[in-house]
């Protein structure tokens, strides 16, 4: 009996060790610049991503609105002026 506990007791020592020099390893990281640097690069991956969706997406605003004033020229309808509200739009 005394044999069972010493060894749940050493097992249970031996857990907490190694937890608790997971612990430190995982707060001397956490520390380091190493994590934060990593962030910052991430996020200015994604902010890169994101201006260049923003820039496309224009891209193709401005490619239809050319379209559509080619193909209204087309049919001899005048192009309303920019920012003018649409003549049949109702609210």
Do not use: C
């Not at 009996?1 to 060894?7: I, Q, S, W």
């Not at 990281?29 to 991503?49: K, P, Y």
């Amino acid at each position: 009996m005394l044999g069972a506990f010493v060894g749940k007791a050493a097992g249970l020592l031996a857990t907490g060790v190694v937890g608790a020099a997971t612990y430190d390893g995982v707060k001397r990281v956490v520390r380091s610049d190493t994590v934060r640097g990593a962030a910052v690069t991430v996020t200015s991956w994604g902010l890169r991503g994101a201006r260049a969706a923003e820039a496309g997406a224009e891209r193709v605003r401005l490619t239809t609105a050319d379209i559509v004033s080619e193909a209204r020229e087309r049919i001899g309808e005048q192009n309303p002026p920019p920012g003018a509200p649409a003549p049949d739009h109702e609210h």
